[in-house]
């Protein structure tokens, strides 16, 4: 696995920013850091989701709903396939 570690420089402007909210939060910077960007991270990923499912919305195709799909199957099909 590749190394994890990133070093990353703010400008004053947000490093003075997430001082202020660490300290308000009582937390470290490298603690407040690593929740922001695990939620932005979060955020950008349901914002792909998001812009995908909407690519795949074509109009006048015809809509399956969660409901009219027997699960049972599908994941047992899914299971049999990964072995």
């Known amino acids: ?5 990133f070093s990353i420089t703010f400008s004053k402007e947000t490093s003075k920013c997430l001082t ?3 300290e308000v939060r009582n937390k ?3 603690e407040l850091t690593e ?3 695990q939620q932005a991270i979060e955020l950008e990923e349901d914002r792909i989701l ?3 499912a ?3 919305d074509v109009p006048g195709t015809k809509k399956i709903r969660s409901e009219d799909i027997n699960w049972d199957t ?3 099909k899914r299971v049999e396939g990964t072995n």
């Open 20 to 22: 202020g909210l660490a």
């Open 74 to 76: 599908v994941l047992a």
């Open 54 to 56: 909407a690519e795949l």
């Open 50 to 52: 998001i812009e995908r």
């Open 35 to 37: 929740k922001l960007m």
């Open 1 to 5: 696995m590749a190394d994890s570690r």
């Open 28 to 30: 470290s910077v490298k």
